[in-house]
């Protein structure tokens, strides 16, 4: 319980315990999964055979490092070029529910939030199979009978941004409409009264009030696209995510350079959350 | 300055975003499944209205047993998370000062960063017969030869807890650090003890948080695809697995998608079960 | 001070859908004066003064800034800045930067800008403090570099929206005496606005009452506490004591009253009402106008008797609660300082008279309503 409530030296004891146990439960896998990135052997388990490099760097033909895995970097590239499309797409589109949420005022407004918070409750999967069917659906009725044949409508990377999009940005609204709920519309009005447009307002207001948000969002539509697997799975085409194609190095049986890719993405990502959490404690001074 | 014309249309033109966004991803392709679900093929080309797909579901025990198999356990995994998390989400919010906070708080976060994929592997290594695990009871003694832990309920579970942990301690955690500290001394000094004060004073309190974690915990178990897979192995029936099947190696899509409405009805209707006992509303839990 | 207009205000009206904020205000202002709105919280008077920044259009009406009417000018468009409730410092900006904010607008030249923040900073009193972020500063400062903001663009009307609210009295009482000070030394035309009659009363050359949408009285603060023309401005300036009553006799200007508890009191009627035995009025009599003695009076207009009931100290501010003996009502009395009264007590008797003159007789309000 709190401080200031005399407890039992056995209960707290007990009680730190507990929490140690737990930390070591939550890194475990993390750790392990990383010292075994420079285990010199051909399996991701025991004996530990000594230190190496050789699963970034090696390139032979027993061993290939990550760095020489044409697959691997090709999906490497491919889930970066989908999580950027897929942050630049939510950022906008929460921007604007931002504004519409908090700003306009509309008859079944609390029913039209209620909506856009669905997809979160939405398993991934479902929301997979539904946009496929759809995009094949809309597909095939142009094809059958107009003849126009819209290629991103197929399994692919558009269909693969389109449906990790459908869920980030119910996540990034939040986050930006938050921010904005904390704005005090009198610097609109302040700005205004001291001779700004509109649009320098916006400019030079709001966004620069918004930006935190802007950042700290972005960096999670990022990151959350980049793991995603349910909806990925679903809609993918040939060109897989890098997601996707460890999962399938996975089931044919691991090498220590799948350690060494997720090592690396441990750090990535870690280090694009401390900063996404250090844009946003950064907050412009309020008052 | 804000004429009424002005006014529409910035309304309409933030309105038409979403709008779009609404229909085209979310709306019609959840009325396209549920068509989907509800059509049965002739020939090429040629469906008729049929229950034929839900039909099948309920004849086939394979189908509904691994339904059913998901729900309980997703509910399993929702009730053990909840019970480790809270006393983790406690302490964190009420006991650890200062900087210990903001580590631990932040320790919490780190896995979650980390692609579901790569915890699941971290799972696999520690224990593979030839993993961790395996090895380190063999070295105490416990067991003679490798014991493989893997392809098993237990394990599928803890893969599971472990991977929705952070999505109930952040919410348990925001809610309890608004709790004032004087409520609980007020409930020892009324006369309650420690059990007295956490059943009538911090769990009431915590509820908000409580449902959402809960709630986003259970749907994330029942959709997951990945733990079950690979902690579970080849016969781990996991109900997104059939889903998968459906879609992607038997091209039956009819099937599928009929899976796919069974699985959303059920979890609306743990979401919906879980706002009416706690008396929450929708947007106040989900939006947060 | 010239007499040259600044603002004029002509029939304003404001209504929100079926409710009326503002209703029928006329007003001028001349150059360079510190003109007050004083009015209790929901009066209209924030409405008006966002309608002269530009927030919002009045229903009708025109409101004309040095002859040039401002109907249908965007807020941005117009002569007037404005200092805001909460100050509306833009918090990602430091302080030089809040200040060039409206400089940069007008696309100024850089140097230019420089110079006129570093004067501008200069003349609120705070010199070199452009590189510190708002948050920095305290609550008085915030409140000057609010007003350099506005004042660096020189605009012809600066308003100011209770821009004191926020802070605690002593900063409170300090920040009067800045304001009328910077007011005279920039020459701007202040319109301030508040619910804080004190504050109305020591800066302004001139205060608009304003109640339920309408302006009750314009006048200088002397003006307001000795002339009050309607009741609402006799109770809500300064204090007084209230009874309500039905007019007797008249005898010139005097008013002779009988209150409910059935006292006979005198009043002389300011305003021409001409009000005629059997009306109902309301009384008002200052507890500073009240003479206090052990021993009673001779042939006042007004005289009372009545025990002390309770004292309540506040130093120099401090008041007697009287009841009278004879009606058993309850006056307000400024209790002096003095070593004549210090020694009172529960219970004493005191004998209470005032003059015709230093009390005031309006019609009763709900009377007026009716008729």
């Not at chain 1, 970034?56 to 950027?84: C, P």
């Not at chain 2, 079960?273 to 947060?288: A, D």
């Not at chain 3, 007037?80 to 100050?87: E, G, K, P, S």
């Not at chain 3, 009025?281 to 500073?288: I, K």
Request: some cysteine.
């Amino acid at each position: 319980m709190i401080a200031s409530i005399p407890q039992s030296r056995a209960f707290q004891r007990t009680y730190k315990a507990y929490i140690s146990i737990f930390f070591v439960f939550l890194m475990a896998p993390l750790v392990v999964v990383a010292a075994f990135s420079f285990n010199d052997s051909l399996f991701p388990s025991l004996p530990w055979q000594g230190f190496t490099l050789d699963w970034f760097f090696a390139d032979n033909v027993e061993r290939q490092g990550l760095f020489h895995d044409d697959k691997i970097m090709e999906s490497l590239g491919t889930s970066i070029l989908v999580a950027a499309c897929v942050a630049i797409l939510s950022v906008l589109l929460a921007l604007s529910n931002a504004f519409l949420f908090e700003r306009q005022n509309f008859r079944g407004k609390s029913f039209l939030y209620s909506l856009m918070l669905i997809p979160l409750v939405i398993p991934g999967v479902i929301l997979g199979i539904s946009i496929l069917a759809f995009g094949s659906n809309v597909a095939n009725g142009l094809e059958d009978n107009h003849g126009i044949e819209l290629e991103f409508l197929r399994p692919g990377l558009t269909m693969v941004i389109l449906g990790q999009f459908a869920f980030i940005s119910t996540i990034c609204t939040l986050v930006i409409s938050a921010r904005l709920r904390k704005f005090d519309i009198q610097l609109e009005e302040a700005a205004l009264n001291l001779g700004a447009s509109r649009f320098d307002v916006f400019r030079t207001i709001t966004l620069p009030w918004l930006k935190p948000a802007l950042i700290g969002s972005a960096i999670v539509a990022f990151l959350m696209s980049f793991e995603n697997f349910n909806t990925t799975l679903v809609l993918v085409g040939s060109d897989a995510p890098l997601t996707i194609t460890m999962f399938d190095r996975m089931r044919e049986g691991s090498t220590p350079v799948l350690n060494a890719v997720s090592l690396l993405l441990m750090l990535a990502s870690g280090a694009l959350a401390l900063l996404s959490i250090f844009v946003q404690r950064k907050e412009p001074g309020q008052a | 300055m804000r004429t009424l014309t002005g006014k529409r249309l910035a309304l309409f033109l933030l309105l038409t975003p979403l709008l779009l966004y609404l229909f085209l991803l979310i709306l019609l392709p959840h009325l396209e499944i549920l068509n989907i679900s509800l059509r049965e093929r002739v020939s090429y080309g040629v469906y008729k209205f049929s229950l034929a797909s839900y039909q099948e579901f309920f004849s086939e025990p394979l189908y509904w047993l691994t339904f059913l198999r998901t729900a309980v356990m997703s509910v399993l995994t929702t009730g053990i998370t909840l019970v480790i998390a809270f006393p983790v989400a406690w302490y964190i919010a009420k006991v650890a000062r200062g900087r210990s906070k903001s580590v631990l708080f932040l320790a919490c976060l780190i896995p979650f960063w980390v692609s579901e994929l790569v915890r699941t592997y971290g799972w696999m290594i520690l224990l593979r017969e030839t993993g961790i695990v395996s090895n380190l009871l063999q070295f105490i003694g416990v067991v003679d030869g490798p014991v493989e832990l893997l392809y098993n309920d237990v394990t599928v579970m803890v893969g599971l807890v472990y991977t929705s942990m952070l999505f109930m301690v952040v919410p348990l955690v925001s809610t309890l650090e608004g709790l004032d500290d004087s409520m609980v001394e007020a409930a020892y000094d009324l006369g309650g003890n420690g059990w007295n004060a956490l059943k009538e004073v911090v769990i009431p309190y915590a509820m908000p948080g409580i449902v959402s974690g809960c709630i986003v915990v259970f749907m994330l178990t029942l959709g997951n695809y990945l733990t079950p897979t690979l902690l579970g192995g080849k016969d781990s029936l996991w109900f997104t697995e059939q889903i998968f099947t459906q879609f992607i190696t038997r091209f039956n899509w009819e099937q599928g998608s009929a899976f796919g409405i069974l699985l959303l009805t059920l979890s609306s209707l743990m979401v919906w079960l879980g706002l009416k006992l706690s008396r929450q509303s929708f947007s106040e839990t989900v939006g947060r | 001070m010239t007499s040259e207009i600044d603002l004029s205000c002509r029939n304003i009206n404001k209504t929100f859908d079926d409710f009326i904020a503002v209703r029928d205000v006329s007003f001028e202002i001349p150059r360079g004066s510190f003109f007050s709105i004083l009015g209790p919280s929901g009066c209209g008077k924030t409405t008006l003064l966002r309608m002269l920044a530009g927030f919002l259009e009045p229903s009708s009406g025109d409101i004309t800034i040095k002859g040039r009417s401002m109907l249908g000018i965007p807020p941005n468009k117009r002569p007037v800045n404005m200092v805001f409730q909460h100050l509306a410092l833009f918090p990602m900006m430091t302080v030089a930067e809040n200040i060039a904010y409206g400089l940069r607008r007008r696309k100024e030249k850089p140097a230019e800008i420089k110079r006129k923040v570093a004067d501008a900073l200069e003349r609120v009193g705070l010199p070199g403090v452009g590189d510190r972020a708002i948050s920095q500063l305290s609550g008085g400062q915030k409140q000057r570099i609010a007003i350099a903001r506005c004042l660096v663009l020189e605009p012809d009307v600066l308003l100011l929206d209770e821009p004191l609210g926020a802070l605690d009295l002593k900063l409170r009482e300090h920040m009067k005496v800045e304001l009328k000070k910077l007011q005279q030394a920039f020459g701007t035309t202040f319109i301030y606005i508040t619910h804080d009659q004190s504050e109305a009363m020591v800066m302004s050359d001139n205060v608009a009452v304003m109640n339920s949408g309408r302006f009750e009285q314009v006048g200088s603060p002397q003006d307001l506490y000795y002339n009050p023309s309607t009741a609402f401005v006799a109770g809500f300036v300064g204090e007084s004591n209230r009874f309500s009553g039905t007019v007797v006799s008249r005898a010139g200007n005097i008013v002779e009253v009988k209150t409910e508890c059935g006292q006979h009191l005198h009043a002389s009627e300011r305003v021409d009402l001409n009000l005629a035995s059997g009306q109902k009025v309301e009384l008002f009599v200052r507890p500073e106008m009240i003479h206090l003695s052990r021993e009673p009076q001779q042939s006042t207009d007004n005289s009372m008797t009545g025990q002390v009931e309770n004292i309540l100290f506040d130093g120099g501010n401090s008041r007697l609660l009287i009841r009278e003996t004879s009606s058993g009502s309850e006056i307000q009395v400024v209790h002096p300082q003095t070593s004549e009264f210090s020694d009172i007590n529960k219970g004493d008797t005191l004998f209470l008279s005032w003059k015709a003159d230093q009390s005031h007789v309006f019609l009763d309000t709900n009377e007026r309503g009716e008729a």
